[in-house]
């Protein structure tokens, strides 16, 4: 009998997190700018090696110059710049060991472990490794490792593999709105930590997440960015 109410109160503790936060699961879709700015609105406080370096992004793309710019031959946008692809939304699937973040760009899985249930996951390489944990309706999430050659946003908003973005992910106004509260600390890129929001709009649960093949936009586009793409 004791054997048998341990092993109720054993699962129930696995379930309870993933009720108390269901919340967040769903279909999302960004409704953030695709230019990350900082809580306050103001260009992140890049270093002068990083701002040459952010300027010199602006200015090629301007000119419709995108060879800086991994995504161009489709390698993955990295985090956060994934979630802001505002034309492809994305869904987010809660279980007791682990959150998946199942996008339409190019059918990328972005794997978080919630800490103590399931070993660190890393893939794909350019969202780096996350784990996460729960604040009551809160997914904290910790990102290391993110592949320095990604960008923190499409305008080109550079990182190295040394930064750690903390993210907090919860639902406002009803449970309407999906709201990415991210602090991002990397010393080599900025001259002090920042903080940014981002905002998501939910959609219906019959909404479908639709078939992605960058290369074939490629092929179509000559340019692998969801904004010129004519799959829809």
Same mark, same amino acid.
């Given at each position: 009998?004791?054997?048998?109410? !341990? %092993?109720? &109160? ?5 379930? &309870?997190?993933? &009720? ?16 990350? @700015? ?7 406080? $890049?270093?002068?090696?990083? %701002?040459?370096?952010?300027?010199? *992004?602006? %200015? ?10 991994? +995504? ?11 979630? $802001? ?22 059918? !990328?899985?972005?794997?978080? /472990? ?7 996951? +890393? ?25 320095? *050659?990604?960008?923190?946003?499409? &305008?080109? @908003? ?15 106004? /009803? /449970? ?22 981002? !905002? ?21 586009? *000559? ?10």
């Amino acid at each position: 009998m004791i054997r048998k109410f !341990l %092993a109720l &109160a054993a699962v129930a503790m696995l379930i &309870a997190p993933v &009720a108390q936060a269901a919340g967040i699961a769903g279909i999302w879709q960004a409704i953030s700018p695709n230019k990350l @700015l900082t809580t306050a609105g103001q260009v992140p406080p $890049l270093n002068a090696t990083a %701002a040459a370096q952010y300027r010199s *992004n602006l %200015a090629a793309a301007a000119k419709g110059d995108y060879s800086w710019d991994p +995504v161009s031959i489709c390698k993955p946008p990295g985090e956060p710049r994934t979630m $802001l692809q505002d034309d492809y939304p994305f869904e987010i699937d809660v279980s007791p060991v682990r959150v998946d973040f199942l996008f339409q760009w190019n059918r !990328l899985d972005r794997i978080v /472990g919630i800490v103590g249930k399931e070993p660190l996951y +890393v893939g794909p390489y350019y969202f780096g490794a996350s784990t996460a944990h729960w604040e009551g309706d809160t997914l904290v999430v910790s990102v290391t490792g993110i592949i320095e *050659n990604t960008t923190l946003d499409a &305008a080109g @908003l550079p990182h190295t593999d040394s930064a750690v973005l903390t993210e907090r992910f919860h639902t406002i106004d /009803g /449970g309407q709105k999906l709201a990415a509260d991210i602090h991002v600390h990397d010393p080599a890129t900025y001259t002090s930590d920042w903080d940014t929001r981002l !905002l998501f709009r939910r959609l219906p649960d019959d909404t479908r997440i639709k078939e992605d093949v960058c290369m074939e936009r490629k092929k179509l586009n *000559n340019y692998a960015t969801i904004y010129n793409s004519v799959i829809k």
